[in-house]
Structure formats: structure tokens, C-alpha cells
């Protein structure tokens, strides 16, 4: 799922970028109306974020533009807490949905999600995404998020964080961890390789790596936060 970013302001586009990717959305971005339109004509772009306050061209005019050869879904963004006037002024203009600045994390991806339910059918689903309030993990696109930072992660460290997330509150011992992720390789690792592994991700996740719990005499789990 290809998102286009169209906003004059770079610390917009980035702010959204981060989001979008976080939920593991892939994104592109344009900081004038007329090159958003050459992207949406040139590239695979499935879901449009569009300012409404732009340099050149403003996000009324350049609705109406894609309208003229796209159906491609359009959110709509102001700073300005506008008027009804401007909200309809936006939708007939053909935008899906209209969005005032500021706006939660949340709440975007609602809307984007609920648009493209209404758009591409209810069998739409965003990329799988495990989270635990300030762990985030997108198993599609290998990604991982701590209190908004990207983490990079080695392959196993990866997968024993997915696989702790995917279940919260459970304790799993060394050896259910080593022959999960080890499988048949694990006759050559040790409990103290897997204490190794715990101990790394927790310090790459920084302060979020607390929700990872040793339970004594029995295991590891990670905790909701």
C-alpha cells in the first residue's frame, strides 16, 4: 500500500513519513501540488495525504486536478480549523476526508484505514503490526519501533521480540525459546545464548526493553506498558 505525502513543509512530511512507515505503509513524497500529480500519473500510489495550505497550487485546486484522471482515495489536511464552508468546499472538491492539524497518531490511521475500507472493499487490512504500547513490530516489513525510534535488529533478536509480542503476558523458558527459534539448530546453542539475545534487544530498545521480564526459576515475558 503506496502512500503519497503531498505537503510544502518537510517537517510535515517527515513527521507523517515516520507514521505512515511505523504502520507499515509504504510512503512518497511531494512538497509541491504539481509534483504530486506527476507522482500520482507516474507511480503506483494507492492512498493520497494532501495540505490544503500550499505555495503554488493549493490542495482545493489540486484535488480537482487528480479528480480529472484519478480516483485514487484523497485525506485532506488543514492548520486551520475551518468552517463548514471549507470542509465542503474540500469534499466537493473530491477529497475522501478532512483532517485538522494537529492531529493524533491514532486518529490518522483511523481515518485512513476507514476510507480505505470504504474504497477498496472490506477485505482490506493494514500490514500486521504487534504492538505493546511502546513496542512496535511490523512483521511484514521488518520493522521495529521503540517509543517512536526505529530499532535495527538482527534476525533472531527480531524474532524473539515477535514472538514475545505476539504473546503478551507469556512465559516462555529458555529451552521453549531455543527450540523455537533455533528449531533444529538448537542442539548447539546454549540457555546462556538465549540470555545473551534477551539481554541485547533489551538495551536496543532502550527504556522500553523493561517490558521484557525475567520471571525467575521459570523464564521471559514481555508485559503490555
Not at 471549507?86 to 484505514?113: H, N, T
Not at 514472538?163 to 523458558?173: D, E, I, N, Y
Not at 528449531?183 to 546453542?189: D, K, S, T
Amino acid at each position: 500500500m503506496n502512500i503519497l505525502v503531498i505537503d510544502d513543509e518537510q517537517t510535515m512530511r517527515d513527521l507523517l513519513t515516520r507514521t505512515l512507515k511505523d504502520a507499515g505503509y509504504s510512503v512518497l513524497q511531494a512538497s509541491t501540488g504539481e509534483f504530486g500529480i506527476e507522482k500520482i500519473q507516474s507511480d503506483a500510489v494507492d492512498f493520497v495525504i494532501l495540505d490544503i495550505m500550499m505555495a503554488g497550487q493549493d490542495g482545493f485546486t489540486v484535488c480537482r486536478r487528480v479528480r480529472e484522471f484519478s480516483e485514487v482515495p484523497i485525506l485532506m489536511l488543514t492548520a486551520i480549523a475551518g468552517s463548514e464552508a471549507d470542509k465542503i468546499k474540500g469534499l466537493r472538491a473530491g477529497a475522501d476526508d478532512y483532517l485538522i492539524k494537529p492531529f493524533s497518531r491514532g486518529e490518522l490511521l483511523a481515518r485512513i484505514e476507514a476510507i480505505l475500507r470504504r474504497t477498496k472493499g472490506a477485505t482490506f487490512k493494514p500490514e500486521p503490526v504487534l504492538s505493546n504500547g511502546r513496542i512496535e513490530l511490523n512483521e511484514a516489513m521488518r520493522q521495529v519501533t521503540a517509543d517512536g525510534k526505529g530499532i535495527t535488529l538482527t534476525r533472531k533478536e527480531f524474532d524473539l521480540l515477535a514472538l514475545f509480542l505476539a504473546h503478551p503476558g507469556q512465559v516462555f523458558s529458555r529451552e521453549q525459546l531455543m527450540e523455537k527459534l533455533w528449531g533444529e539448530q538448537a542442539l548447539n546453542v546454549t540457555t546462556r545464548t538465549v540470555d545473551t539475545h534477551i539481554k541485547t534487544l533489551r538495551i536496543k530498545l532502550g527504556d522500553a526493553g523493561s517490558a521484557i521480564e525475567t520471571v525467575w526459576g521459570l523464564g521471559y515475558k514481555v508485559v503490555a506498558e
